[in-house]
């Protein structure tokens, strides 16, 4: 009988010690989990702003290309509506 209690003593023991170790091992995977999360969110931040640098230098160079000035004042006015949407927006 004593041998039964002990066997069941090491037995439970040993799940204490596994339960611990995968308690550690999820706080590990939390920690990971939210600097991963940063790095998606600081990688987004960045991949917006290129965007925006792209299009930028996009409209930059296309209005250097462009002879016509109708059509530059045309992209102008297009930007100049872009800015007022913007500008609607952070007065709300």
Request: charged content about 40%.
């Amino acid at each position: 009988m004593k041998d039964l209690i002990a066997d069941i003593q090491l037995k439970l023991d040993l799940l204490v010690q596994d339960r611990d170790a995968l308690q550690s091992k999820v706080e590990a995977m939390k920690v990971e989990n939210e600097k991963l999360k940063a790095d998606i969110a600081e990688r987004d931040r960045s991949i917006k702003a290129l965007k925006e640098k792209n299009k930028t230098q996009t409209i930059a160079k296309s209005l250097e290309d462009s002879a016509d000035r109708t059509s530059a004042k045309l992209k102008i006015n297009e930007l100049v509506r872009e800015i007022d949407k913007c500008v609607a927006l952070i007065n709300k």
